[in-house]
């Protein structure tokens, strides 16, 4: 019987692996931190997108290639474009949330000038905030729908009413539909915050809209309302009314 010749391969030297595995826990923290710093990156370029060129104009090519991603990566955590914009527009949208006056910073003010504040606070938001403005006032009507932003509970419109049923309560305000007040009031807003964002000279048009919107406000029945402009009420308080 042939016997197979003897092997002439010399015996391996290189030494066994020393590096110990990594932890499985520690591998799952890294897990999660890729899949966060990707989500991050796909939301930070596409609100940069959205914002310079429209949510209709945007192309989720473009959003790939500048976050650097896969589309596959794209997909993994949003189901299309849409559901990237609501992403996105519930961030820009909720960085307002911060700067709305409180009634803990004056539990003395009245429903009325908790409206009349944070009227401002918007109307600043989107005369200086690009972001806020594109994603917020022009594209989230079209593509999310204005029942969305309606039926949100800490959306503008929904805030406007509740102020507006507080200021019936106390009497500042004479009763009245609420629901299609608080509507006219929001749509009011946002038109008023178009115009002075697109003004040539934007302190002209915002002294120019705050007296028109204050001769609006004085056809409602207000019974009431405070005599102190609201920007030096709000400055009392301490409240932050720069957006961004």
Not at 36 to 51: E, G, K, S, V
Not at 139 to 164: C, K, M
Not at 215 to 237: C, H, K, N, Q, Y
Request: aromatic residues 8%; hydrophobic residues 35%.
């Amino acid at each position: 019987m042939n016997q197979a010749p003897p092997s002439t391969t010399p015996p391996s030297t290189t030494p066994p692996s020393t590096t110990p595995p990594v932890p499985v826990a520690r591998r799952a923290g890294l897990r999660e931190a890729h899949v966060r710093d990707t989500r991050r990156a796909l939301l930070d370029t596409a609100r940069r997108i959205f914002t310079r060129d429209g949510f209709q104009a945007t192309r989720t090519e473009e959003i790939v290639e500048e976050s650097g991603l896969t589309r596959g990566a794209l997909y993994h955590h949003f189901r299309d474009k849409e559901d990237l914009f609501r992403a996105v527009f519930e961030e820009v949208l909720g960085e307002v949330a911060p700067l709305l006056w409180r009634r803990s910073a004056d539990p003395t003010a009245s429903a009325w000038t908790l409206f009349r504040a944070n009227s401002e606070v918007y109307l600043e938001a989107a005369s200086t905030n690009e972001a806020y403005r594109q994603i917020v006032l022009v594209d989230g009507p079209a593509v999310l729908g204005w029942q969305y932003l309606s039926d949100r509970h800490n959306g503008p419109t929904h805030t406007i009413a509740e102020y507006l049923r507080g200021a019936v309560e106390e009497g500042v305000l004479e009763p009245q539909p609420i629901d299609p007040l608080a509507h006219l009031l929001a749509a009011l807003g946002a038109g008023s915050a178009m115009y002075v964002a697109h003004a040539e000279d934007r302190e002209e048009a915002r002294r120019e809209i705050t007296e028109c919107y204050e001769r609006f406000l004085s056809g409602l029945g207000i019974t009431d309302a405070p005599t102190a402009p609201v920007a030096e009420t709000v400055a009392s308080t301490g409240q932050q009314t720069t957006a961004f």
